[in-house]
């Protein structure tokens, strides 16, 4: 167990609909990340946050955004959404920023499936 | 700037050893290896950082070629418990105090009895 955790575990919505992922980092940690896993794609990184501020930006479209709350947890929006969507998506923490030199520790996962 | 995993999947016998390769066209500032197993969340194994230092589990180790911008994770007498797959990611800076830890698309690691 890494101590972060997300929910739901799995979700299974329609085309054109919005979902929100939740996440809640390891106690202590101020960064927050989201990753997308595909079968084809392997894992790509979406946004980070550190302490409530956006810092980084990777492959996320622009029907998907996220923040991060004053508590340090952290939802992910993902909206009009497409049979291509369907992925697992992660939310990862760590005590600091990127270019820290530190491991990022990964939850569970949500499963989403677009129907 | 996504890197290059090789192989792409490795079948071994239990008490092999195996070399997992990484590598980046893009100067790096660290190496991260996970390791992921079938519906879990990838696990930290080791991180390697420029100058040498490296932080990480006891059984396996690694190296990161700075010059040459790759990094190589040895399993030494495999266990069935080492299957799974196994991901680099390489941080980099991208820009205004900011960096990214870009995975590569993942080694299949199958160890048999």
């Known amino acids: 167990d890494s101590g972060v955790t997300q929910t739901p575990k799995h979700l299974i919505t329609a085309t054109g609909q919005r979902v929100t992922l939740r996440c809640s980092p390891r106690?202590?940690?101020?960064?927050v990340y989201w990753y997308q896993q595909s079968l084809d794609q392997g894992l790509q990184f979406l946004i980070q946050y550190y302490n409530g501020e956006e810092r980084a930006k990777g492959n996320i479209l622009e029907r998907f955004s996220a923040q991060q709350f004053p508590d340090l947890h952290s939802e992910l929006n993902l909206s009009s959404l497409e049979l291509g969507d369907s992925a697992l998506y992660f939310c990862a923490s760590s005590p600091q920023v990127m270019g820290s030199r530190e491991t990022q520790y990964f939850g569970p996962g949500t499963r989403l499936l677009v129907l | 700037q996504q890197p290059v995993q090789s192989p792409q999947a490795v079948i071994l016998r239990e008490g092999e050893d195996a070399v997992i390769n990484c590598s980046s066209s893009?100067?790096?500032?660290?190496v991260h290896w996970y390791r992921q197993k079938h519906g879990e969340a990838p696990v930290f194994l080791m991180i390697l950082l420029k100058g040498g230092e490296q932080k990480g589990h006891e059984k396996i180790s690694a190296s990161f070629n700075e010059k040459k911008q790759q990094s190589s994770l040895y399993l030494t007498a495999s266990q069935l418990s080492y299957s799974g797959t196994y991901f680099c990611?390489?941080?980099?800076?991208?820009?205004?105090?900011?960096?990214?830890?870009?995975f590569g698309k993942g080694t299949k690691l199958s160890v048999i009895p």
């Open positions: 106690s202590g940690d101020l960064s």
């Open positions: 990611g390489t941080e980099l800076y991208s820009g205004a105090g900011s960096y990214q830890l870009t």
């Open positions: 893009k100067a790096l500032y660290s």
